[in-house]
Nanobody, 125 residues
Framework: QVQLVESGGGLVQAGGSLRLSCAAS????????MGWFRQAPGKEREFVAA????????YYADSVKGRFTISRDNAKNTVYLQMNSLKPEDTAVYYC??????????????????WGQGTQVTVSS
């Protein structure tokens, strides 16, 4: 059974940093795009960042570009999201996601086959 388990969320003041981790089990994703999405209360789930299987290409939403960094360690079957200069508007539940067998980038949540349970990130002003 495939599982994605996020960790690292929490409460932080504006301007602070957090590092999210997503550990995959049940299969390897070294040939698949993995990404992060987030969902704030009353809003739709939105794309945050994605990384290709080798880690060689990364993609970001405009709202986080320059502040967030996505990376992966295929030996650990884990993807990370380093979040710096956090703002109150970054407050959301953050979800890790993986495409099944595709290494093509997509920002559409419908393109992702596996999802974690989410981790709460709250940024206070």
């Amino acid at each position: 059974q495939v599982q994605l388990v996020e960790s690292g969320g929490g409460l932080v003041q504006a301007g602070g940093s957090l590092r999210l981790s997503c550990a995959a089990s049940g299969r390897t994703f070294s040939s698949s795009v993995m990404g992060w999405f987030r969902q704030a209360p009353g809003k739709e789930r939105e794309f945050v960042a994605a990384v290709t299987g080798s880690g060689g290409s990364v993609y970001y939403a405009d709202s986080v570009k320059g502040r967030f960094t996505i990376s992966r360690d295929n030996a650990k079957n884990t993807v990370y999201l380093q979040m710096n200069s956090l703002k109150p508007e970054d407050t959301a539940v953050y979800y890790c996601a993986a495409r099944g067998w595709s290494n093509y980038y997509s920002s559409s949540r419908r393109s992702y086959d596996y999802w974690g349970q989410g981790t709460q990130v709250t940024v206070s002003s």
